[in-house]
């Protein structure tokens, strides 16, 4: 009788499995065929184009194109300009890191909202905004006759106000949650301060500071719209240069090649970067972090807080306001009623429709990338996940080491013919936008999904419940709030990506950043002044998903 029992236990145990295997392939089914054909398609498509002569694949033209002395100057300024980024961001975001770690001040969560918006601003607007800083006609040329617009130096304050927020929410949330008794301890033994911090506190920080210096390298690496914008025809990175041969050169196949360096280079970075949250998530023992922040003592640290806050007020703020005010420069809101008009130029609409066009387009992509993200979370939520699973997983996070003009090109090259024409199709934008929302949708969520007790699952499996039953009354009621985040991560992305909407946005449907690219390139100041309406625009939106975000976030999210 025990055997018998003991046989229909295992029997039972095997059939669970079983079914836990299916439903975690039939999760693993849809994300998998839309990368497939989405992303891995156009992308081998537009690399085999280009390597490809007579049928032959042509693997000494890599040793070609690095040969040529262009191509070795843009690789080594690409990396030159992001780790110079990642450095200069380092240096003036962890002062600010602290302050938020361990101050509590009147108006903090005003304050780290504020320094999270530029994150989540298109590249494009960010340019802008420092166009109007430091460009022809910006606020310094005014003041003082100076422009810094293509040179280096716009290019890299621009990356730092971009990534400052990446530095302040990554390592000031793990700082917040280390344990100060450990660095007092110090102290009493005999240490100096700067030895306490040097000793105890920064190797606690150091896989924190590793992972967020390593985003920002990467940002920085693969950046497109800021160089393009600030940088002219004198400086250009691996984005820029691939978008240059596809769109105004024509080479494919130096275009092929450099597309397949960036993304080696980028899977390195983000090979090191999952090592470093590893260590991070293993290594350290945290307390809770409202019980870190007290209010400034002595005149050295209200001095640290007031220029924390001035930085903030320079680096930040300053940009974005003077882009409002050069948007309002024309009497009478000139600049914002221009955009009513066609002029049968850049445009074969009114530039206003840009914004119904990017709204529905992010609308859409928002969909497409939770349904996507989501499916794949609940794949990889399962611990007895082998390494087809963990690979999946790497799958996911492709799209942020691949150029997105290589993806849009990609998508005009490969989705050409029958039964996948389309090119004339309105879903190939948001199509291309989802490609990015979807690794943020998956990293919102996997933690959440991660966290949910197991047992629950099984319980509910064996009271005869199907997965997706499953899925809705177990994992949906305590992930409703990660998912709406995601979402408002998935809808800022779509929003403002850039890099392959270029290519695959039509004429007569423009979006918001395509729309401010074309105005700056044009001459004359109603063209730049629009450009400048647009970005405010766009710039409030994506402000408003961000207050959104901040009300729906979790305690614990405190990084990206």
């Known amino acids: 009788m025990d055997l018998a029992r003991t046989e229909v236990g295992k029997a039972g145990r095997r059939a669970r499995n079983l079914r836990g295997s299916v439903a975690r392939l039939a999760l693993m089914a849809g994300p998998v065929a839309f990368f497939a054909v989405f992303f891995a398609y156009p992308v081998a498509a537009i690399v085999a184009r280009g390597l490809e002569v007579d049928g032959v694949w042509r693997f000494g033209r890599i040793g070609d194109v690095l040969a040529q002395s262009d191509v070795r100057h843009v690789l080594w300024f690409t990396t030159w300009q992001a780790l110079a980024s990642t450095a200069l961001t ?4 962890l002062p600010g890191a602290y302050v938020f770690a361990r101050f509590d001040f009147p108006g903090k969560q005003v304050l780290r909202a504020v320094v999270t918006v530029p994150f989540v601003l298109p590249t494009v607007v960010v340019g802008t905004a420092f166009l109007a800083l430091v460009g022809r006609g910006g606020l310094l040329d005014e003041l003082w006759g100076v422009r810094l617009d293509t040179t280096v130096w716009a290019m890299l304050l621009a990356h730092v106000f971009f990534n400052y927020a990446v530095v302040v929410r990554t390592v000031g949330g793990l700082w917040a949650q280390l344990d100060p008794r450990q660095e007092e301890a110090a102290r009493m033994l005999g240490a100096s301060r700067a030895r306490a ?10 896989p924190a500071v590793a992972a967020a210096a390593l985003m920002v390298f990467l940002f920085t690496f693969t950046s497109f719209g800021v160089v393009q914008i600030l940088g002219g025809p004198a400086f250009s990175t691996l984005e820029v240069e691939i978008y240059r041969q596809t769109s105004q050169v024509f080479d494919l196949s130096t275009a092929a090649v450099l597309t397949l360096i960036q993304f080696a280079a980028v899977v390195a970075v983000l090979a090191v970067h999952a090592w470093t949250v590893r260590r991070r998530e293993s290594a350290l023992r945290l307390v809770d972090a409202a019980t870190t ?3 400034p003592r002595g005149a050295g640290q209200w001095a640290l807080l007031a220029g924390v806050l001035a930085t903030v007020a ?42 119904g066009n990017s709204l529905q387009y992010a609308l859409a992509a928002t969909a497409i990338a939770v349904v996507i993200g989501a499916l794949a979370a609940a794949a990889l939520t399962r611990r007895d996940a082998g390494r087809f699973v963990r690979g999946f997983d790497a799958l996911l996070m492709l799209p942020l080491g691949v150029s997105a003009v290589t993806v849009g090109f990609g998508f005009l090259i490969a989705l ?3 039964p996948l024409d389309l090119r004339a199709s309105w879903i ?13 949708v998956v990293r919102t969520m996997l933690p959440v999904l991660r966290a949910v007790d197991g047992r629950l699952r099984e319980a509910a499996a064996v009271l005869g419940a199907s997965p997706w039953r499953v899925w809705r009354e177990v994992d949906l009621p ?16 779509s929003l403002g990506e850039f890099g392959a909407t270029v290519f695959i946005a039509r004429p007569d449907n423009p979006t918001l950043p395509v729309a401010v690219a074309r105005l700056l390139g ?33 305690d614990r999210s405190g990084e990206f």
Do not use: H, K
């Not at 190939?428 to 943020?440: R, S």
């Open 416 to 418: 050409d013919e029958p």
């Open 478 to 493: 305590m992930v409703r709030r990660a998912l709406l985040v995601a979402a408002g991560f998935a809808f800022a992305v």
């Open 90 to 93: 380092l240096l003036v975001a």
């Open 428 to 440: 190939l934008v948001p199509l291309a936008q989802a490609l990015v929302g979807v690794p943020f």
């Open 314 to 355: 320079l680096l930040v703020v300053l940009p974005l306001a003077v882009l409002v005010q050069r948007s309002l420069g024309a009497p009478g809101f000139g600049y914002y009623r221009a955009l009513t008009e066609a002029d049968g130029g850049a445009f074969l609409v009114p530039p206003i429709e840009a914004i």
């Open 197 to 206: 911090w040097r000793q105890v506190t920064l190797p606690a920080l150091a």
């Open 522 to 554: 044009r001459p004359g100041d109603l063209n730049y002044g629009q450009a400048m309406a647009l970005s405010t625009i766009l710039m409030l939106v994506c402000a408003v998903a961000l207050v959104v975000l901040e009300r729906l976030r979790t």
């Open 293 to 295: 922040a007290r209010r």
